[in-house]
């Protein structure tokens, strides 16, 4: 599945959209990914003083990270809504910290774009199997 790497082990599904990347391109997608999330997050502890809101950004971050994290579990327990929620929630902190950090670290910013495209389509996914859940 798309968000987190834990999936790849314990998730066993008979049904799989047809539009799901399949499990080897998962792991290197994460891979640059998690780079992309750590150099960003690092750019922005770097300018916390010229940050006005710089409480407000760690929260978003850590929020759709923590998110992020959980995701798989709940997933892989087959609660489809619930994830889905919580794909949401990582695109709406991820574009709260995206926000607030473009002025002061426009490259921190842009670093977070492909993290939410692919989350983005990993909702596009676990809608998926929610609606096949609920045939």
């Known amino acids: 599945m798309i ?6 082990v314990t998730f066993d ?3 799989e959209p047809f539009f799901q ?4 391109v998962v ?3 994460w891979a640059i990914l998690y780079t992309t999330l750590a150099i960003s997050f690092t750019s922005v502890l770097s300018k916390q003083d010229e940050l006005q809101q710089f409480n407000m950004i760690v929260a978003c971050f850590l929020i759709q990270l923590a ?5 798989p579990s709940v997933f892989n327990s087959e609660q489809y809504l619930i994830s ?16 607030l950090i473009y002025d002061a670290v426009p490259f921190a910013s842009r670093l ?12 596009i996914i676990n809608t998926a199997y929610l609606l096949n859940s609920m045939k």
């Open 3 to 8: 968000p987190g790497w834990a999936n790849q």
């Open 13 to 15: 599904s008979e049904y």
């Open 21 to 24: 990347p399949p499990g080897w």
């Open 27 to 29: 792991g290197p997608v």
């Open 67 to 71: 998110l992020n994290l959980a995701w």
């Open 84 to 99: 889905l929620l919580m794909i949401v929630g990582m695109v709406v902190f991820s574009f709260g910290y995206v926000y």
């Open 112 to 123: 977070m774009w492909p993290y939410i495209a692919w989350v983005s389509f990993a909702g």
